[in-house]
């Protein structure tokens, strides 16, 4: 494996991915020891070339030597495409290059609500809000959070309606207490509410094979809701919107999980 020599790619020390995929790329060997840098610790004179908001948007792959940039996916391009010399084609083929690039940007515009910072530094410039992919996440993981319970809850549209009816009670709470931290919040619950569908994902498998008696599911169920009460609890902490909200939560998850569990 090739390594890229004179390089260094500016990552999100307060992203637990992005910290991971980039020591993942120098341990590899990929880029040398010194090929990474969190932007929070680079001072802005020391990268003249670099757009600061764009490198905080997308991670930044630098030249050394001529000081060009690279950003998102296009970073990522650059160091596989020189280990992996084979792949070049894929990237330079516009159509798979733009679907990547989307992809990238729906990860990367959602990171902190899929892994939370288990600290905020309080840096000077933040990642941009951009409302049409948190919708697109918030959307995709209800939805498949939806089809995952209805697998084995037959309730002709019920789960839709308790999961659509879950964000839109939780988003309007959050707006009464919390104005400012309502996508933030209705971003992580849309990643609890898939962590908790992913779940049960094996008993839906499993109850397609075997038949699961209800009162293993009950259980089953009370199990996965008490832990995904302490993950709200811990991720409600991180983003600072108040307690209010897991009480809510729990109670909604109460009212409906009593109507979904009566066969």
């Not at 090929?35 to 802005?44: E, M």
Request: charged share 15%.
């Amino acid at each position: 494996m090739k390594k890229l020599d004179n390089y260094t790619i500016l990552y999100d020390s307060e992203c637990p991915m992005c910290s991971l995929y980039s020591k993942a790329l120098v341990n590899s060997g990929m880029l040398d020891e010194k090929g990474r840098a969190s932007y929070q610790q680079t001072p802005p004179e020391s990268c003249p070339f670099v757009d600061q908001q764009r490198a905080v948007d997308e991670i930044a792959l630098i030249n050394n030597n001529t000081g060009e940039v690279t950003y998102g996916i296009y970073s990522l391009f650059v160091v596989l495409a020189n280990s992996f010399p084979t792949l070049r084609p894929f990237f330079s083929f516009k159509p798979f290059a733009w679907l990547m690039s989307k992809i990238y940007a729906f990860i990367s515009f959602n990171r902190r609500v899929i892994v939370p910072p288990p600290n905020n530094s309080g840096f000077r410039l933040q990642p941009t809000f951009k409302l049409h992919y948190r919708l697109t996440y918030i959307f995709l993981l209800g939805t498949g959070a939806a089809l995952i319970f209805s697998g084995y809850i037959k309730s002709s549209g019920l789960v839709e309606i308790y999961v659509a009816a879950m964000f839109l009670f939780q988003g309007i709470i959050c707006r009464l207490i919390a104005d400012a931290k309502t996508w933030d919040y209705l971003g992580n619950l849309a990643t609890i509410t898939f962590m908790e569908a992913l779940l049960f994902l094996p008993v839906v498998v499993l109850n397609l094979i075997i038949p699961i008696p209800f009162l293993v599911f009950h259980i089953y169920a009370i199990l996965v809701a008490g832990l995904m009460l302490f993950e709200h609890i811990r991720r409600t902490r991180l983003i600072h919107v108040g307690s209010s909200l897991n009480f809510t939560w729990a109670a909604f998850q109460l009212l409906i999980f009593s109507r979904l569990l009566i066969r």
